[in-house]
């Protein structure tokens, strides 16, 4: 019963060290997620840059695979070199072994103050407050689970049963390594288990030795989540997180044999010695950066024989080939035709979504994720192409037609995130909780959608023919769309104040709807905007004017 106790003390010690690691990364991302972002994308045009914006971004979200996961998706993009990208993760090693060595500083007497504020935070308003205050909540977390996993190892030492398995470990260094990484594997996070060796190590259970092995355990498999979360990604995104996976498994490799020695090294070094594990994971990752650093070349080269392009990808351009962009003309006809593939990949998410609002089938959305980073590939192929092939000048007609064509591509983009992240979600969650609109909401709602499906079809032929009249019939129709949604707003109101339950169980699903399909056809309309404007059709503003 005593053993029972203490196990239980010990996992969810770790537990709390685990929700407090998530809440400073969800309280992170909120306060500051687009900065973090675009620090991210803008700081790696030089290698010691590109090391330190790593190191940064993985200590402010308390995550190195958030860090793989976001250099990997630029990588993807064309925002980030491939080479700059593995500089990056080397820094995001570091950033974690930072991460563990602050938290172990003796400070978790300040955990109670932190969770005042943050708590405090966390009722302010504004979304960067909310975030500091709920990341603030996760650090004080964390230092509280410092200070309940050092009560649940204590008793440890005096267990003949532990001190059995770890005389076991620690003649099979091999077995002890495969067991760590395989822990931090199955917690995804290298930073929990290196708290938890800390913990044990500091209660006198495990030799120096062997916790430099168990170290390298979870570095090992600190790196195996990342690789696993990009296995549906392009061969772009998986080759940044896979080279990082070889790199730590080569440094792991190289210093199992000599991890004895290791310790004994950072034991003649002025450190505390309770403090041998984060000291060993802060050096290990340290020398593995020095050492890796001038081969992320030669690693960026390798890892297109590891993971090949795969062939018919439907992910890359059809139409975009480098060798038009001497003909303008000719390179903004296929740029052309490129974006209106990007159209149909729209269109298609559309019906689906349409589909599963009429047949309430989840089945019909599970294709929309797949579709809509498609559409974000080829928008980006699509930006880079058009750049490419203005950097020699172009005529005045054809410079206009480049911006007309990007404009589009990116209206299409957005309109792909908010069937992605909003129609998508809220038909989900009409089909999931059983939820039913009333007859007439229902039929609105279904309206709305199709005639936002024939919108973007007469779209696509504007796009192409830059017919005027059907670009004013475009733009009537955004009259229409206006007052279909404001004229369902007001009945759905009139319906809640009936008294009817099924409005009133969907009445907020209903309103996001309305706006989402009216935000999408927004996007839709402009590209009716550049023809009326050459026709001379197009005011600047729809105020009246003053008498």
């Not at 080269?301 to 062939?311: E, G, I, N, S, T």
């Amino acid at each position: 019963m005593h053993s029972t106790v203490i196990m239980i003390n010990l996992t969810g010690a770790v537990a709390l060290l685990l929700f407090g690691l998530a809440q400073v990364k969800d309280g992170v991302s909120r306060a500051f997620g687009a900065r973090l972002r675009t620090g991210l994308a803008t700081g790696t045009r030089h290698g010691w840059r590109a090391f330190l914006s790593g190191l940064a971004a993985t200590i402010a979200l308390q995550s190195s695979t958030a860090t793989a996961l976001m250099i990997s998706s630029f990588v993807d993009r064309g925002l980030v070199k491939a080479r700059k990208a593995q500089i990056v993760l080397l820094g995001a090693n570091v950033g974690t072994a930072v991460t563990a060595w602050l938290v172990s500083t003796g400070i978790e007497w300040i955990s109670p103050l932190l969770l005042l504020v943050g708590v405090v935070l966390r009722r302010s308003a504004g979304t960067a407050r909310q975030g500091g205050g709920t990341a603030l909540i996760g650090i004080g977390l964390m230092l509280l689970s410092l200070h309940l996993l050092g009560l649940a190892t204590e008793p440890m030492r005096t267990s003949p049963a532990l001190a059995a398995f770890i005389a076991l470990l620690d003649d099979a260094w091999p077995v002890a390594l495969i067991l760590s990484a395989a822990l931090a594997f199955l917690s995804s996070s290298s930073l929990a288990i290196v708290v938890l060796i800390l913990s044990l190590a500091s209660s006198g259970i495990l030799s120096a030795g062997l916790t430099v092995v168990l170290i390298l355990g979870a570095n090992l498999g600190g790196a195996v989540p990342p690789y696993l979360a990009t296995l549906r990604e392009s061969p772009a995104a998986r080759r940044i997180t896979l080279g990082n996976l070889l790199v730590r498994a080569a440094g792991c490799a190289l210093a199992l044999p000599l991890a004895g020695f290791s310790a004994d090294l950072i034991a003649a070094l002025p450190l505390a010695p309770d403090k041998l594990a984060v000291d060993a994971h802060l050096l290990f990752n340290l020398a593995l950066a020095a050492l890796a650093f001038p081969f992320t070349g030669m690693l960026t080269r390798l890892m297109p024989r590891l993971v090949p392009d795969a062939v018919g990808d439907e992910d890359r351009p059809k139409f975009l080939d480098p060798q038009e962009l001497s003909t303008p003309i000719v390179a903004l006809t296929s740029a052309t035709r490129e974006v209106l593939g990007v159209g149909d990949l729209v269109e298609r998410m559309l019906i689906q979504i349409s589909d599963a609002f009429r047949r309430n089938d989840l089945d019909a959305l599970r294709e929309i994720p797949t579709l809509e980073r498609r559409v974000d590939q080829l928008q980006q192929a699509v930006k880079i192409y058009l750049s490419q092939l203005g950097r020699d000048g172009l005529q005045e007609e054809d410079g206009r037609r480049s911006i007309n064509i990007l404009d589009y591509a990116i209206n299409l983009e957005h309109i792909g995130d908010i069937i992605e992240k909003g129609l998508r979600e809220q038909v989900t969650k009409k089909v999931s909780q059983g939820l039913k609109f009333s007859d007439a909401g229902y039929k609105e709602l279904q309206r709305f959608i199709d005639l936002t499906i024939d919108n973007l079809q007469i779209a696509q032929t504007i796009f192409v023919t830059r017919d005027v009249n059907l670009a004013r019939q475009l733009m009537e129709v955004k009259v229409e769309v206006r007052q279909i949604e404001k004229q369902s707003a007001e009945r759905h109101f009139e319906r809640l104040r009936e008294g009817r339950i099924d409005s009133l169980r969907t009445s907020s699903l209903h309103l996001d709807m309305l706006r989402d399909l009216k935000r999408i056809n927004a996007h839709i309309v402009s590209v009716a905007h550049p023809i009326m404007d050459a026709s001379g059709l197009l005011i600047e503003s729809r105020l009246r004017a003053s008498a």
